[in-house]
């Protein structure tokens, strides 16, 4: 299955904000939920959130 992840802010201002990047552009992962939800907007369309901390 695909995984679509989208960014809330817009791409130049994600660029030039380096508070959330690590060394080596590492992303520092706080906590992933245990779940995930599932949507549909059709019968046989589906996609699912996931949350990352």
């Given at each position: 299955q695909?995984?679509?992840?989208?960014?809330w802010r817009l791409p130049?201002?994600?660029?030039?904000?380096?508070?959330?990047?690590?060394?080596q552009g590492?992303?520092?992962l706080l906590g992933v939920l245990p779940y995930f939800r599932e949507?549909?907007?059709?019968?046989s369309n589906y996609y699912a959130e996931m949350k990352f901390y």
């Open positions: 695909d995984i679509n992840i989208s960014l130049e201002k994600v660029k030039s904000d380096r508070s959330v990047f690590m060394n590492e992303w520092e949507f549909s907007m059709e019968s």
